[in-house]
């Protein structure tokens, strides 16, 4: 299995009650892939121990209970096997003498001529693979050998308890009984919330009516007296009931749920005491499955136990009319685990179905987007690297542990880091109550979002019609009210309730094997707040007031979480300040928003005039907050109280961290210029990258930061510390070797290229230097390019899942030096997810009719063009005079201009010969034609290089005269747009004929047409205008005189119904050539002339 098909795997197994241990994955077949995997129930205590994988085999050791499995597999055919033999062995020979250890799995080999088996056998172990009367057991369909089986040190506790007769592949199915008297582990989960959906069958519009009509009537008078609680409690269940009465017609599921907006309560999460849980399935495959079952279990009863065989043939007769007297217990089995498969296979066709039914909405770009998110096994502490958890209790507690060593800490007083720093004041921010319209705004672009405690989801709060919305603006106004003049409970409860999730880091995941455990650090929290209150505090956010108060008291060098400000402006400013500085570094907080006051943070919103409403709201939520740990399903069976953390997602969060720094940057800031070091810095969130001009400047602000951060409760992430010196080889070198003895630091520390907010930073515009954030990007693209491959929703619509979700993730960061060799891969991911062979087209008239947003050169330009134009538009690029300098963005840019033909003529001004001038000014005037421009431009630099091709089609339109015609190719586009792939073929250059698949089969060229007999050679012009053949001639319109039209097919603009019949006729043509010559072609030609 593929990473992704293990991770798949993986989770339907963890919804089954299974924990997955895989082993490394190897080169197999010209892909990574694992081919040894181990299940263990959750509620068993499982430890890793030990894996390998190799090309001669693989194994993965666990500690189930009392005794240690190692699923293993011997790969057939390899002579030399002495590093997975002896791995194996080593393994087993470290474990204690007393300790029970099986080895199990296929070992390609029998017991008798296994050598592994004689080493084993020599430390006192025993192979179970015998039969009632001495023999091995075939373990193989096609085979009497018996290759699969257990060896073990303690055979008195494992008996063969079945051969089943099921089959996969070419193995059989062998059962081991192993009994266990530990006890098992009791894990907890809360319990949800139903969910609401629009029904399939209703359209968007109608479900927006649905609503509006049952809000109307389920809404009764706003309760404007009553306490927060049992307001709150009123609007939850009144939408509840709005929801209800819109699905009336409709089954919902609220069984088990409970109530949305209420507090979340603990409970038992239910053992999986089968594969196959009870609930799922239709009921003839449940009713199957317990016939299998008893058939199974009639076949184990000894004989002697007779009142037991006769209940089982009882409720057998009952249940599929078994007979004992005539039926074979065997063949009924056999009989019905065909029934189950048919079943499944008819519930499997009907997954697919579904499937392909939701790739038709928008659940195709969810799930090309998909990430592969493992949940770890074990978990361990920092502090305890040797100690791993063997259940899922005891991985939720080392998360419990790690998070209150940092939650636990000592305090910071606000008047201590009041009396250090100086924070922004004298601005004032007026309290202004979201109306119904910007909640009802907000809320849809909550869409897709989780839920939270509350159990509103996204997807539901986006339906809210805004009739609700007015409602709830009601409340707001009370419940800040209430928190202006102080009253006790001015807001839910609920509200301080938060889920923390915990995922996986990719840094992490990358460097270890599936099986091993992951360190507490290593997992990263993700807090997920009340959705109610998460669509009101993003509601102040955008607010006009708000962002304006937000502008007047911000530090200049931040640019996360603030309008107009992004990536690309923080990106701009360093690159500027890169071209004349000496290095850049680059540092991070340790869990910044975990070690960030809410007290400090919302003490420094107060010093910058937040409204008291506002400061009120964030402390009720902030500074009594009630976490529930949740790993996967599992939650923590004890809620935390934290107030010495910000919730990380919380819309606010970014901004109060930026209060918070904004003192201490100040300060670090004036210690610089104390001592004449002349430095540039930005900020995004909590990511700080600094140029300075000078080895002493370096060192001054990393040993600055590091005496600054604890004194506001921060702490520097030794880890993440990295400057990358500017200049040639040498002069890095020398600049590293220098810095170590000045600065107390790793020497991982000074690198050549480093990622800073996605875009690499080079040291040096080589390119030979490796820039490892955008190769990342290609295989993420790669990942979702194949994923691309398996929808069937026409050439347009894949078209565009790969222009959305896989050319926009591969174009992202080529800011500062264009992909050369980058972009062959670009261009392979295209073609693998438009599953595109080589073709007879033209490759640039291809890359037209696929369009500017699947080329990799155009998408990488356009991209670094539009992101500095916007940095330049708020005046974070100035300097034109890098457009010259090697490694700088602007300089990339001016590149990528002139390639497509365009020459600056002044600051920030471009011009093209044929479509004028482009330029950038402040108020992004003509942005829109410009775009356009860039775009035409690349459109005829493509069909010039088609031109200049060595073709014959090309070499004809050369000596026909043929001009570029910007009309002409849009309907030309218009038209492979419309009637589908033959024709794009045809107008791209891609026509076949029975002369050019005896060149593509390397046979001789024939002299003969086989469709008219007509001595000619039968080429395109012949087969597709001239031959008399009915199979031709029956669609042929009058044949064109002009040579584009003749040849590509491209319309000529004065006739459209022609212009139309020309296209259906080469369609035709071209399509019953390919049925005709497919099947006659050999297997091993070249599909492909392509030149």
Sequence with gaps: MTDAQLNSFERKCRELGFLVWAAPAVHEHGRLSHDTVLLTREHFRARFVADYGGTDGSFVAVKVQECVFLALHAKPWVLHTDGYDMELISVIASLDASETWAALGDYNEEPDVCSLQTLLHEGGATTMALSEKGRWVPTRWESDRAIDYLVTNTPQIFEVHNHWEAKYGDHKVVEFFYNSTAPVHQS??????????????????????????????????????????????????????????ALRDHAVHEAGKRPKGTAAALQPRPWQHGAHRGGEGSHPERKLRVAAGRLRALMRIPDHQQACRQRLQAKLARAIGFDARTDSTVHVLRKVEAQIAAEVKDKSKARVQQWRQNMRTNGAFKWIRKGLCRI????????????????????LDCLRRHWRSIWDRAPVRWEEVQSAYKFPADCTYAWRCPKANELAATAKSQAGRAAGLDGWSGDEVAAVPEAAWHCFSQLLQVWFARAREEESCPFPMDWRCIKQVHIPKASATQLRSHSKPLSSKDMRPISVECTLWRVTMTCVARQDEFKTWVNSWKPSSAHGALPGLGVHTAIAVLDEAFSAGEAIVSQDFSEAFDRASPDLSINALRKAGIATELATALDWVWGHQVRWLCLGHYVHPEAQEVCQSLPQGDPLSPLALLALLSGPLQQVQQDMTAQDHDCTTVTYVDDRNTVVKSLDATVSLVNSWRREAPRFGMKENESKLRIVPRGGAGKRQQFKQQLAAKLDCPESVVVDTHRILGVDFAGAAAP?????????????????????????????????????????????GWWRREPRQELRKFAKIMRTGLRDASTTWSKYLRMIFLGHRLDGSFTTGFQAWSMLRGAYKVGCAKNWDLRGRAGTWLNRVNRWLKKLGWRDVGPWRWRHAEFGDIFWDRESRDKDLHDHALRESWRKQCFSNFLAQDRRDATEAVAQA??????????????????????????????????????????????????????????????????????????????????????????????????????????????????????????????????
């Design 768 to 812: 030979d230097i490796p820039l490892v954030t955008g190769n990342a990007r290609l295989d993420e693209a790669d990942r979702r390019a194949r994923r691309v491959a398996l929808i069937s929703q026409g050439r347009e619509r894949m078209k565009t899942f790969l222009a959305t979700s896989v050319a926009a993730v591969a174009q992202w």
């Design 376 to 395: 770890p096994n074990s978990i361990f502490l920092v502090t305890e690297p040797s100690v791993a958890s063997t259940t899922i209790g005891e991985a």
């Design 188 to 245: 907890w989960s809360l319990p949800t919330t139903v969910k609401y959906a629009k029904p399939d069958n209703t359209t968007a519009a109608q479900w927006k009516q649905d609503l509006d009509r049952a809000w109307a009537e389920c809404c009764g008078d706003v309760p404007l007296q009553a306490s927060t609680e049992e307001q709150y409690w009123w609007f939850c269940s009144t939408l509840e009931n709005m929801f209800r009465y």
């Design 962 to 1091: 043929v001009q570029y015609d910007s009309d002409r190719l849009k309907a030309a586009i218009a038209a492979a747009s419309e009637h589908g792939l033959h024709a794009a073929a045809v107008l791209g250059g891609g026509v076949v004929s029975d002369a050019l698949f005896a060149v593509q089969c390397k046979e001789p060229l024939p002299h003969q047409c086989q469709w008219c007999f007509s001595h000619v050679v039968p080429g395109w012009d012949h087969q597709c205008w001239l031959c008399p053949c009915e199979a031709f001639s029956a669609t042929r319109p009058a044949v064109p005189e002009d040579f584009m039209q003749r040849r590509f097919a491209w319309p000529r603009l004065n006739n459209k119904e022609y212009d139309a019949a020309v296209v259906r006729h080469v369609v035709h043509v071209r399509q019953a050539l390919l049925s005709a010559r497919w099947e006659r072609r050999p297997r091993e030609s070249d599909i492909s002339i392509n030149t």
